[in-house]
């Protein structure tokens, strides 16, 4: 079993930045695809972005590509997501899992959910 810790949150004003981790216990995920998922209030929870194990592939949603980045550091345990002219509408809880199979872009595709991290943009 693998459990995920998502930190990095905070509240930021529009065009900053925010960089979030995602750190793994309990079994190694150097082998596994991880995903970065958010939801807003009152929203179902979306697709932010994906990684393979190797940093060979890489997915976003068009909501965030050229502004957020995914990464991973397999010998810290550790995935990130380095956010960018962060805007009002980015502002949901952020979450990491990891990829079971399936499409990369739902829910469905993924596991062992952190708790999530607050991200709140301000205007």
């Known amino acids: 079993q693998v459990q995920l810790v998502e930190s990095g949150g905070g509240l930021v004003q529009a065009g900053g930045s925010l960089r979030l981790s995602c750190a793994a216990s309990?079994?190694?995920?150097?082998?596994?695809?991880m995903g970065w998922f958010r939801q807003a209030p009152g929203k179902v929870r979306e697709f932010v972005a994906t990684?393979?194990?190797?940093?060979?592939?890489?997915y976003y949603a068009d909501s965030v590509k050229g502004r957020f980045t995914i990464s991973r550091d397999n010998a810290k345990n550790t995935v990130y997501l380095q956010m960018n002219s962060l805007r009002p509408e980015d502002t949901a809880v952020y979450y990491c899992?990891?990829?079971?199979?399936?499409?990369?872009?739902?829910?469905?595709?993924?596991?062992?959910w952190g708790q999530g991290t607050q991200v709140t943009v301000s205007s």
């Open positions: 899992a990891v990829y079971v199979g399936g499409s990369y872009y739902v829910t469905s595709g993924y596991d062992y």
């Open positions: 309990g079994r190694t995920i150097s082998k596994y695809r």
């Open positions: 990684i393979t194990w190797s940093d060979s592939t890489l």
